[in-house]
T-cell receptor, first 110, second 117 residues
Protein backbone atom coordinates (compact mmCIF):
# COMPACT_ATOMS: atom_id res chain seq x y z
CA UNK A 1 0.00 0.00 0.00
CA UNK A 2 1.02 3.61 -0.38
CA UNK A 3 3.54 4.91 2.11
CA UNK A 4 1.79 8.25 2.60
CA UNK A 5 -1.83 8.70 3.43
CA UNK A 6 -3.13 12.23 3.52
CA UNK A 7 -6.14 13.81 5.03
CA UNK A 8 -8.38 15.43 4.35
CA UNK A 9 -8.81 14.25 0.76
CA UNK A 10 -10.39 17.60 -0.08
CA UNK A 11 -10.50 20.93 1.69
CA UNK A 12 -12.53 24.00 0.78
CA UNK A 13 -11.84 27.34 2.49
CA UNK A 14 -12.18 31.08 1.94
CA UNK A 15 -9.32 33.40 1.07
CA UNK A 16 -7.51 34.58 4.17
CA UNK A 17 -8.20 31.40 6.13
CA UNK A 18 -5.55 28.88 7.12
CA UNK A 19 -5.38 25.42 5.55
CA UNK A 20 -3.95 22.40 7.33
CA UNK A 21 -3.32 19.06 5.71
CA UNK A 22 -1.83 15.96 7.26
CA UNK A 23 0.33 13.10 6.06
CA UNK A 24 0.96 9.78 7.77
CA UNK A 25 3.55 7.24 6.77
CA UNK A 26 4.50 3.74 7.87
CA UNK A 27 8.26 3.18 7.96
CA UNK A 28 11.41 5.07 8.91
CA UNK A 29 12.38 7.95 6.68
CA UNK A 30 15.36 10.24 6.05
CA UNK A 31 13.22 13.16 5.05
CA UNK A 32 9.71 14.08 4.06
CA UNK A 33 8.86 16.41 1.22
CA UNK A 34 5.77 18.39 0.29
CA UNK A 35 4.84 19.18 -3.29
CA UNK A 36 2.07 21.21 -4.93
CA UNK A 37 0.43 20.36 -8.24
CA UNK A 38 -1.84 22.66 -10.15
CA UNK A 39 -4.43 20.85 -12.21
CA UNK A 40 -2.85 18.57 -14.81
CA UNK A 41 0.59 20.12 -14.55
CA UNK A 42 3.99 19.29 -13.08
CA UNK A 43 4.69 19.24 -9.37
CA UNK A 44 6.43 22.06 -7.55
CA UNK A 45 8.63 21.34 -4.56
CA UNK A 46 7.56 23.25 -1.43
CA UNK A 47 9.56 22.07 1.56
CA UNK A 48 11.89 19.24 2.58
CA UNK A 49 12.06 18.43 6.29
CA UNK A 50 14.69 16.04 7.60
CA UNK A 51 13.98 13.34 10.14
CA UNK A 52 15.93 15.20 12.85
CA UNK A 53 13.89 18.39 12.34
CA UNK A 54 10.57 19.06 14.00
CA UNK A 55 9.40 22.20 12.25
CA UNK A 56 10.29 24.20 9.18
CA UNK A 57 8.97 27.44 7.70
CA UNK A 58 8.99 28.88 4.21
CA UNK A 59 7.02 32.06 3.65
CA UNK A 60 3.37 31.27 4.44
CA UNK A 61 4.13 27.56 4.78
CA UNK A 62 4.81 25.75 8.03
CA UNK A 63 5.63 22.05 8.11
CA UNK A 64 5.88 19.90 11.20
CA UNK A 65 7.22 16.38 11.51
CA UNK A 66 6.56 13.94 14.33
CA UNK A 67 8.64 10.84 13.72
CA UNK A 68 7.25 9.11 16.83
CA UNK A 69 3.78 9.31 15.30
CA UNK A 70 5.04 8.96 11.74
CA UNK A 71 3.11 12.01 10.68
CA UNK A 72 3.62 15.45 9.18
CA UNK A 73 1.41 18.45 8.68
CA UNK A 74 1.47 21.32 6.19
CA UNK A 75 -0.06 24.61 7.25
CA UNK A 76 -0.73 27.34 4.70
CA UNK A 77 -1.51 30.63 6.40
CA UNK A 78 -3.56 33.47 4.95
CA UNK A 79 -4.51 31.40 1.93
CA UNK A 80 -5.04 32.89 -1.52
CA UNK A 81 -7.03 31.74 -4.53
CA UNK A 82 -3.69 30.94 -6.19
CA UNK A 83 -3.07 28.29 -3.51
CA UNK A 84 -5.81 26.18 -5.08
CA UNK A 85 -4.02 22.96 -6.02
CA UNK A 86 -3.37 19.39 -4.93
CA UNK A 87 -0.77 18.91 -2.22
CA UNK A 88 1.25 15.73 -1.84
CA UNK A 89 3.68 14.51 0.76
CA UNK A 90 6.48 12.23 -0.42
CA UNK A 91 8.67 9.83 1.51
CA UNK A 92 11.07 7.04 0.68
CA UNK A 93 10.28 3.89 2.62
CA UNK A 94 13.35 1.69 2.80
CA UNK A 95 15.30 4.42 1.01
CA UNK A 96 14.48 2.82 -2.32
CA UNK A 97 11.40 4.28 -3.92
CA UNK A 98 10.00 7.76 -3.42
CA UNK A 99 6.31 7.34 -2.78
CA UNK A 100 3.76 10.12 -2.91
CA UNK A 101 0.80 10.27 -0.59
CA UNK A 102 -2.77 10.19 -1.78
CA UNK A 103 -2.93 13.99 -1.85
CA UNK A 104 -5.19 16.73 -0.53
CA UNK A 105 -7.17 18.82 -3.03
CA UNK A 106 -7.36 22.37 -1.72
CA UNK A 107 -9.90 24.85 -3.06
CA UNK A 108 -9.56 28.47 -1.94
CA UNK A 109 -12.52 30.63 -2.86
CA UNK A 110 -12.25 34.42 -3.24
CA UNK B 1 17.92 27.95 -15.92
CA UNK B 2 15.84 26.07 -13.36
CA UNK B 3 13.47 24.48 -15.80
CA UNK B 4 12.77 20.93 -16.84
CA UNK B 5 11.24 20.76 -20.30
CA UNK B 6 9.21 17.93 -21.78
CA UNK B 7 8.06 17.28 -25.33
CA UNK B 8 5.54 16.74 -26.65
CA UNK B 9 2.87 18.27 -24.39
CA UNK B 10 0.24 15.93 -25.77
CA UNK B 11 0.54 12.63 -27.62
CA UNK B 12 -2.09 10.35 -29.10
CA UNK B 13 -0.87 6.99 -30.32
CA UNK B 14 -2.29 3.70 -31.44
CA UNK B 15 -1.42 0.42 -29.82
CA UNK B 16 0.92 -0.54 -32.67
CA UNK B 17 2.81 2.77 -32.79
CA UNK B 18 6.30 3.55 -31.56
CA UNK B 19 6.85 6.97 -30.05
CA UNK B 20 9.25 8.69 -27.69
CA UNK B 21 8.89 11.21 -24.90
CA UNK B 22 11.73 13.63 -24.31
CA UNK B 23 12.92 15.44 -21.22
CA UNK B 24 15.72 17.97 -20.83
CA UNK B 25 17.33 19.87 -17.96
CA UNK B 26 20.32 22.21 -17.88
CA UNK B 27 20.75 22.55 -14.15
CA UNK B 28 23.64 20.10 -13.95
CA UNK B 29 21.48 17.65 -12.02
CA UNK B 30 22.88 14.12 -11.80
CA UNK B 31 19.60 12.27 -11.30
CA UNK B 32 16.58 12.11 -13.58
CA UNK B 33 13.25 10.39 -13.10
CA UNK B 34 10.17 9.21 -14.97
CA UNK B 35 6.80 9.14 -13.24
CA UNK B 36 3.37 8.03 -14.40
CA UNK B 37 0.29 9.77 -13.04
CA UNK B 38 -3.29 8.66 -13.58
CA UNK B 39 -6.14 11.10 -13.11
CA UNK B 40 -6.75 12.09 -9.46
CA UNK B 41 -3.93 9.81 -8.28
CA UNK B 42 -0.43 10.59 -7.01
CA UNK B 43 2.58 10.20 -9.31
CA UNK B 44 4.13 6.73 -9.36
CA UNK B 45 7.86 6.35 -9.83
CA UNK B 46 8.85 4.35 -12.93
CA UNK B 47 12.59 4.81 -13.43
CA UNK B 48 15.54 6.55 -11.80
CA UNK B 49 18.77 7.44 -13.59
CA UNK B 50 21.76 8.22 -11.40
CA UNK B 51 24.84 9.63 -13.14
CA UNK B 52 23.32 8.57 -16.47
CA UNK B 53 22.90 4.95 -15.39
CA UNK B 54 19.59 3.25 -14.68
CA UNK B 55 19.53 2.72 -10.94
CA UNK B 56 15.87 1.97 -10.21
CA UNK B 57 13.28 0.26 -12.39
CA UNK B 58 10.01 -0.14 -10.55
CA UNK B 59 8.96 -3.32 -12.37
CA UNK B 60 7.78 -1.33 -15.36
CA UNK B 61 6.59 -3.38 -18.39
CA UNK B 62 9.13 -3.67 -21.19
CA UNK B 63 6.89 -1.72 -23.55
CA UNK B 64 8.35 1.31 -21.73
CA UNK B 65 12.07 1.70 -22.45
CA UNK B 66 14.03 4.54 -20.86
CA UNK B 67 17.22 5.99 -22.24
CA UNK B 68 19.64 8.59 -20.91
CA UNK B 69 21.86 9.73 -23.82
CA UNK B 70 23.71 12.28 -21.67
CA UNK B 71 23.44 14.06 -18.35
CA UNK B 72 20.91 16.58 -19.67
CA UNK B 73 18.57 14.34 -21.64
CA UNK B 74 16.15 11.60 -20.75
CA UNK B 75 13.94 9.73 -23.18
CA UNK B 76 11.10 7.29 -22.71
CA UNK B 77 10.52 5.05 -25.71
CA UNK B 78 7.02 3.66 -26.06
CA UNK B 79 6.00 0.60 -28.05
CA UNK B 80 2.87 -1.54 -28.19
CA UNK B 81 1.16 0.36 -25.41
CA UNK B 82 -2.24 -0.48 -24.01
CA UNK B 83 -5.16 1.91 -23.44
CA UNK B 84 -4.57 1.63 -19.68
CA UNK B 85 -1.17 3.25 -20.23
CA UNK B 86 -2.93 6.53 -20.97
CA UNK B 87 -1.75 8.96 -18.31
CA UNK B 88 0.33 12.06 -17.59
CA UNK B 89 4.03 11.20 -17.82
CA UNK B 90 6.22 13.40 -15.70
CA UNK B 91 9.95 13.85 -15.86
CA UNK B 92 11.92 15.20 -12.91
CA UNK B 93 15.52 15.86 -11.98
CA UNK B 94 17.43 16.40 -8.76
CA UNK B 95 20.87 17.68 -7.90
CA UNK B 96 21.95 14.40 -6.38
CA UNK B 97 20.67 10.87 -6.84
CA UNK B 98 18.83 9.14 -3.99
CA UNK B 99 21.20 7.83 -1.37
CA UNK B 100 21.80 7.49 2.34
CA UNK B 101 20.32 10.93 2.97
CA UNK B 102 17.17 10.00 1.09
CA UNK B 103 15.81 11.81 -1.92
CA UNK B 104 16.83 15.32 -2.87
CA UNK B 105 14.19 17.86 -3.83
CA UNK B 106 12.97 17.23 -7.34
CA UNK B 107 12.25 19.63 -10.16
CA UNK B 108 9.39 18.50 -12.37
CA UNK B 109 8.60 19.17 -15.98
CA UNK B 110 5.04 20.02 -17.07
CA UNK B 111 4.40 16.50 -18.29
CA UNK B 112 3.26 14.78 -21.46
CA UNK B 113 -0.41 13.86 -21.63
CA UNK B 114 -0.48 10.48 -23.39
CA UNK B 115 -3.59 8.91 -24.85
CA UNK B 116 -3.42 5.38 -26.25
CA UNK B 117 -6.24 4.49 -28.62
Amino acid sequence: SQQGEEDPQALSIQEGENATMNCSYKTSINNLQWYRQNSGRGLVHLILIRSNEREKHSGRLRVTLDTSKKSSSLLITASRAADTASYFCATAPGFQKLVFGTGTRLLVSP
Amino acid sequence: DTEVTQTPKHLVMGMTNKKSLKCEQHMGHRAMYWYKQKAKKPPELMFVYSYEKLSINESVPSRFSPECPNSSLLNLHLHALQPEDSALYLCASSHLPPGLAGYDEQYFGPGTRLTVT
